[in-house]
């Protein structure tokens, strides 16, 4: 954050190449760095920490309200799905993270609505939903987050939740083909300014 800050502020520049790390360290490569995402913007408007603390406050307004949507679908009175979802915003898993300085996991906070797409994948909306909730992962460099989100994706049509099933999940992408592609190519369109970087780098690296 605070680098971003500074290459926004004084070199009038966007952060793409950080010269005080590892000896030069490309920017925009790093599944850490988080130059892509709109919570860059803290980052151009204040100082750390507090772009990260409003970045962090962002992420856990839209997270407390996916994880009381999934309650909601889920059965639960308003009053039952209000108090689990503040127990989950504040769980000790995020805080002491957060404590540690792991900004990064921020993404882990918007799980509820990758629970809550999966169930609801037939709904073109979601579907469109999940793709760029996956891509916003990948851009603010929740790598971790976006690795994770797809294991619990993965889990959830093998252990049948909620009806889940491989077969309901390949009828959902072939009944609304358009849907479906629309979908896939908003998330590769969204996830380039990060993947493309990435890969294309990758294989020149060299273990530190």
Request: proline share 3%; charged share 10%.
């Amino acid at each position: 954050s605070l680098f971003n800050h500074a290459c926004f502020t004084s070199y009038n520049t966007w952060p793409n190449h950080n010269p005080y790390v590892l000896g030069g360290m490309d920017v925009l490569a790093n599944p850490q760095a988080r130059a892509c995402s709109p919570m860059v913007l803290f980052d151009l408007f204040f100082h750390a920490p507090f772009a990260n603390l409003l970045a962090l406050f962002t992420l856990s307004c839209f997270g407390i309200l996916g994880f009381y949507k999934l309650l909601i679908h889920l059965g639960h009175s308003k009053k039952t799905a209000q108090l689990i979802a503040f127990i989950f915003i504040h769980a000790s898993w995020f805080h002491l993270h957060f404590a540690e300085g792991h900004i990064i996991f921020g993404s882990f906070i918007l799980i509820g609505w990758i629970v809550l797409c999966t169930i609801k994948f037939e709904d073109n909306r979601y579907k469109l939903l999940l793709a760029i909730i996956m891509a916003f992962m990948l851009l603010d460099g929740g790598m971790y987050a976006f690795i994770y989100s797809t294991l619990v994706i993965i889990l959830l049509h093998l252990c049948r939740f909620e009806g889940l099933s491989v077969k309901r999940l390949v009828r959902a992408i072939r009944t609304e083909l358009v849907a479906s592609g629309l979908a896939v190519v908003t998330f590769l369109g969204l996830a380039a300014f990060k993947l493309i970087p990435l890969l294309s780098l990758h294989a020149n690296r060299q273990p530190i």
